[in-house]
């Protein structure tokens, strides 16, 4: 572990190093570049397999932007409307903020307790044309007309019925144990203001975003990403993930085969109006490799995989949601036709498995990174305590 990640828990208490995505009453949109040093777990010691990139996140796919919007303000009593407020948006833009490209993209549910919109026409057509936006159950209507304002106000189209984004593709996760969801807080400058503050580079995890009120396995959960690249004959290809994690029951929690869950019974969420609920995950793919629809849909299946390494169920009323999308389609040429290029099948195996093993560091990051949060009525969901977890890890030899 690095010195900064030994000395980060004093700095923090000594307010030498400040967190603007906690900060009570505002609403932040912060750039992946300013995001605060956070420990990760590969800076606990955990062997992962595979090879990450520079951020070890989804912006190692070239292109992909992500910005996050969190709001955290009020404490005490659930009053609708007025708070406790602990949730936000998290935008990820496939091709950066000024570009309209559409992308060859697939949709794969696991189980479909959940929403994303746009995802129809995903299906049918074979591409994505819009940023993709999670946010919490209650938002996704505001949030979904807010892009398409987004899209038309940056990429202004001559006719009437030329949309920027007509079918934007908005996710959610549900984060009424912690906020007033009902209250529908979230307005439109908040995910412009995500979908503004996009970028490359190093990404906030944790309590951030769309996963500021998540919860996981009964631990807190929210935002956690991950990447692999991947050396083929063809050339060099990053896989990139990035979850909104709210999923899954303690007992059935497991990293790298260990019974994390079962071993560490303490720190149960807490609070009058508590109640433990299977949750949902929203996963999101990004790749440069050059795939058809169909090939992006056999890599989206794949996150399910990398839920199940971790003991995830899938039970009846979890949310679990895949999308992914890979480089820009290609120009048409003189005779009005699109060339593709695309990998053999026979040749995606370590990309499959690439997606995987993202999928299955990202959520790990994401309880990880994420911090004990109180919200509504006083409900309190503790963050995975870092020491604990080496110590069951060291227990079954997953860390020597």
Do not use: C
Not at 295 to 322: N, T
Request: hydrophobic share 40%; aromatic share 4%; no cysteine.
């Amino acid at each position: 572990m690095s010195w900064m990640h030994t000395l980060l828990p004093a700095l923090l208490l000594l307010g030498l190093l400040t967190d603007g995505h906690s900060a009570l009453g505002a609403a932040s949109a912060a750039a992946p570049s300013a995001a605060p040093v956070r420990v990760r777990g590969r800076d606990l010691g955990i062997p992962f397999e595979g090879q990450p990139g520079r951020w070890n996140a989804i912006t190692d796919v070239p292109g992909v932007e992500v910005g996050h919007t969190t709001l955290v303000r009020g404490s005490g009593p659930l009053v609708v409307g007025a708070g406790p407020v602990r949730t936000g948006i998290t935008a990820i833009l496939p091709h950066g903020r000024r570009s309209r490209a559409r992308s060859v993209a697939a949709i794969a549910p696991l189980n479909g307790n959940g929403e994303m919109t746009g995802s129809h026409w995903i299906v049918e057509s074979g591409f994505l044309e819009s940023p993709i936006l999670l946010t919490n159950t209650g938002s996704v209507g505001v949030v979904r007309d807010a892009v398409l304002a987004w899209g038309n106000r940056h990429f202004r189209t001559t006719g009437q019925l030329d949309e920027a984004f007509g079918l934007p593709v908005v996710a959610e996760t549900y984060d009424g144990p912690l906020n007033d969801i009902n209250g529908q807080h979230l307005r439109q400058e908040h995910a412009w203001a995500a979908l503004d503050g996009a970028s490359s580079g190093p990404v906030a995890e944790g309590n951030v975003g769309g996963g500021t009120g998540m919860v996981t396995s009964d631990f807190k959960g929210g935002i956690g990403t991950s990447s692999r690249v991947v050396q083929m004959p063809q050339g060099r290809y990053v896989v990139g993930v990035l979850v909104q994690a709210n999923y899954g029951r303690r007992s059935d929690l497991r990293i790298l085969g260990a019974p994390v869950g079962r071993e560490i019974q303490e720190l149960r969420p807490t609070g009058p109006g508590y109640r433990e609920k299977d949750g949902s995950i929203i996963v999101v793919i990004a790749t440069d490799a050059p795939l058809l629809p169909h090939q992006m849909a056999r890599l989206a299946r794949r996150a399910g995989l990398g839920l199940g390494r971790l003991g995830a169920v899938s039970y009846q009323s979890s949310g679990d949601l895949f999308i992914a999308f890979g480089p820009a389609e290609p120009p048409e040429n003189g005779r009005g036709l699109q060339e593709f290029s695309t990998l053999p099948n026979h040749t995606l195996d370590p990309l499959l498995l690439a997606t995987v093993e993202a999928t299955e560091e990202s959520i790990v990051n994401a309880l990880v990174a994420a911090e004990t949060m109180t919200g509504v009525n006083g409900n309190t969901v503790y963050a995975l305590p870092h020491a604990r977890l080496v110590e069951v890890l060291r227990k079954y030899h997953v860390i020597h």
